[in-house]
């Protein structure tokens, strides 16, 4: 037998050892198997990428009871079956997300990445050329009694630009306060001129010229806290005052904004969305952030010369992002 000289012997045993990594390196990490991850996912996926997608399990698409405003969906589709449908298709692709938390990204010395995950069985490191954050956001919810299983029963609508067409001409009551409550409800008033502002005991805090766009909008302001929420059949129907008086409604939109999960992306120096104070990851036209590799879709991003977060705006944070 040939024995190979010692100094070919290295060499071919560093190839391999290259080739055992890079077998081992993944083209795109994709954090958050929501819509826009699974997405991602499946062009990727069909761009003969090597992927690895792990997911949470708290996409906001799961809350949808039923959306209208998706185009291919004439009837309408529930948010669950539309993550089913993503999910399957992305599954034609070997791309099936991993169910786990990405705790912390590192970026290598080589440029690569090296990501943390916690899932329930084991933790697990996972090294990618590039990420994707398509983490989504959280909302941020009403503090009130009793609220909570409304919350979770999708009583309490989060999204005029999703499903405002279906409260036309409805009576609506929207928790909000400051200036983003009465942009919520002045976006409101497109489907219905009955609209109550409940503060929740929160000063409203108006201009003078946002208090006469109200007046003129005829959206009535309530500043007093709410004691009580009732709840019949599959909404909210009216909610009890500190001062004993009880408002009815045909519908609730909560307008309190939402957090964007961009700490995974902030903390590794990516530049985030400050002005309107909301942390979003901002990219450019082809969803590169500042730190070269790392992308971000979905509504954790924004571009700057946009308005608009995927579908939903967002006034606040709820993470801890700088
Ligand atoms: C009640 C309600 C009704 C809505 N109705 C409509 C509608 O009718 N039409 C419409 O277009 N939109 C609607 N929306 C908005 C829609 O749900 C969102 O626009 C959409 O889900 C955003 O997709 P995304 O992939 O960016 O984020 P998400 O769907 O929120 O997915 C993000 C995923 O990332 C995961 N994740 C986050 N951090 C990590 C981490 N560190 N590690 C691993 N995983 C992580 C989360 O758990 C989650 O699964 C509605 C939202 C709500 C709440």
Redesign the pocket.
């Known amino acids: 037998m040939r024995v190979l000289p010692i100094r070919d012997q290295i060499t071919i045993a560093r190839r391999f050892a290259m080739n055992l990594e890079s077998d081992r390196t993944v083209d795109c990490l994709i954090?958050?198997?929501?819509?826009?991850?699974l997405t991602a996912a499946i062009y990727l996926s069909r761009f003969r990428r090597t992927l690895a997608i792990?997911?949470?399990?708290?996409?906001?698409?799961a809350?949808?009871p039923v959306?209208?405003?998706?185009p291919g969906y004439p009837d309408g589709i529930a948010?669950p079956q539309l993550l089913a449908l993503l999910r399957a298709q992305a599954r034609r692709y070997e791309a099936t997300p991993r169910t786990?938390?990405?705790?912390g990204i590192r970026l290598l010395t080589d440029g690569r990445f090296s990501a943390s995950i916690e899932a329930a069985s084991r933790s697990e490191q996972i090294v990618a050329r590039n990420v994707l954050l398509?983490?989504?956001?959280c909302?941020i919810e009403p503090k009130l009694p009793n609220l909570d299983h409304a919350i979770r029963q999708?009583y309490v609508?989060?999204?005029v630009i999703?499903?405002g067409f279906e409260v036309i001409d409805l009576n609506i009551g929207v928790i909000g306060y400051g200036a983003s409550g009465l942009k919520e409800a002045l976006f409101l008033r497109t489907y219905t001129d009955r609209l109550t502002l409940f503060t929740l005991g929160e000063a409203m805090s108006l201009s003078d010229r946002e208090r006469d766009d109200a007046q003129a909008a005829g959206i009535r302001v309530i500043e007093t806290p709410v004691i009580e929420v009732s709840t019949e059949a599959n909404r909210v129907v009216a909610l009890r005052l500190e001062d004993g008086s009880e408002h009815a409604f045909d519908s609730l939109y909560s307008a309190l904004g939402c957090g964007v999960?961009s700490a995974?992306g902030s903390k590794l120096g990516a530049r985030t969305e400050e002005t309107e104070g909301t942390g979003a990851l901002i990219v450019d036209a082809h969803q590169r952030t500042s730190v070269p590799g790392l992308y971000a879709?979905?509504?954790?991003h924004r571009r700057p010369e946009s308005n608009r977060r995927?579908?939903?705006r967002c006034r606040h944070r709820c993470d801890g992002n700088p």
């Open positions: 954090v958050g198997g929501g819509p826009a991850g792990v997911d949470e399990g708290f996409s906001r698409a809350l949808i959306s209208h405003n998706l948010g786990g938390v990405v705790t398509a983490t989504g956001v909302d999708g609508r989060h999204c999703c499903d999960n995974l879709a979905g509504e954790c995927g579908v939903c």
